[in-house]
């Protein structure tokens, strides 16, 4: 199947620094990726849809100043949590939706970001 | 009301057992659907597409009932390598909605 990579896997900060995490489609290319964030013992919650060339879409109650998304590439993602904070602290998963797929969307390995 | 509903469980049973998990969802609308398996501190897996006239594969089948806006996955035979958690997941829209998952634990 197609591969999606995460870097960093793990990330620990201190508070009010910014963290980015990269999202690449190493064998395809995605016009269409997603970020998601996943609390101890809850589901994944999306956070934004990533297109490439424009503007990431926001799910409701998500800061778009706080998250940053930058989509330059058919083959990556980045996601940057500004001047972040211990609640920040969680598990970032990015998915990538490739072409002729329908719905199936192929997983990154997930960044586990703790902020001090 | 959560959009996909789970009984996050744990449901603890032996090698060899059979198992089934439920979930519903709350949008009539929604077009696809789906089981994922979730092992610790990983990212979720495919498991499996969930049609309405249901699908196995190997030792799983999946079950899907528009009219009452219920899936479910059945494990025969279980491994102790089944152990994970599994999410059932509903696409709207070009979204995929999670469940909170149920977790399964595979004893000897």
């Known amino acids: 199947g197609a591969v999606v990579s995460q870097h960093p896997s793990r990330v620990i900060c201190k508070s009010g620094t910014s963290v980015k995490i990269e999202c690449r489609s190493l064998d395809f290319q995605a016009t269409t990726m997603f970020w998601y964030r996943q609390f101890p013992k809850k589901s994944l919650m999306l956070m934004a849809t990533s297109n490439e060339g424009s503007k990431a879409t926001y799910e409701q109650g998500v800061e778009k100043d706080k998250f940053l998304i930058n989509h330059a590439s058919l083959t990556l993602s980045t996601l940057t949590v500004t001047s972040a904070h211990p609640e920040d602290s969680s598990f970032y998963i990015c998915?990538?939706?490739?072409?002729?797929?329908?719905?199936?969307?192929?997983f990154g390995p997930g960044t586990r970001l703790t902020v001090l | 009301r959560k959009e996909v509903e789970q009984d996050p469980g744990p449901f603890n049973v032996p090698e060899g057992a059979t198992v089934a998990f439920n979930c519903t969802y709350s949008?009539?609308?929604?077009?696809?659907f789906f089981w994922y398996r979730q092992d610790c501190r990983k990212e979720p897996k495919l498991l499996m597409s969930?049609?309405?006239s249901g699908n196995e594969d190997g030792r799983f089948t999946a079950q899907l009932n528009r009219a009452s806006q219920y899936i479910s996955l059945l494990i025969r035979d279980s491994k102790l390598s089944d152990s994970a958690t599994y999410l059932c997941?509903?696409?709207?829209?070009?979204?995929?909605?999670f469940g909170q998952g149920t977790t399964l634990q595979v004893k000897p």
């Open positions: 998915s990538a939706l490739a072409g002729g797929s329908g719905y199936e969307q192929f």
């Open positions: 997941v509903v696409g709207e829209g070009g979204k995929l909605i």
């Open positions: 969930v049609y309405s």
């Open positions: 949008n009539s609308a929604s077009q696809s």
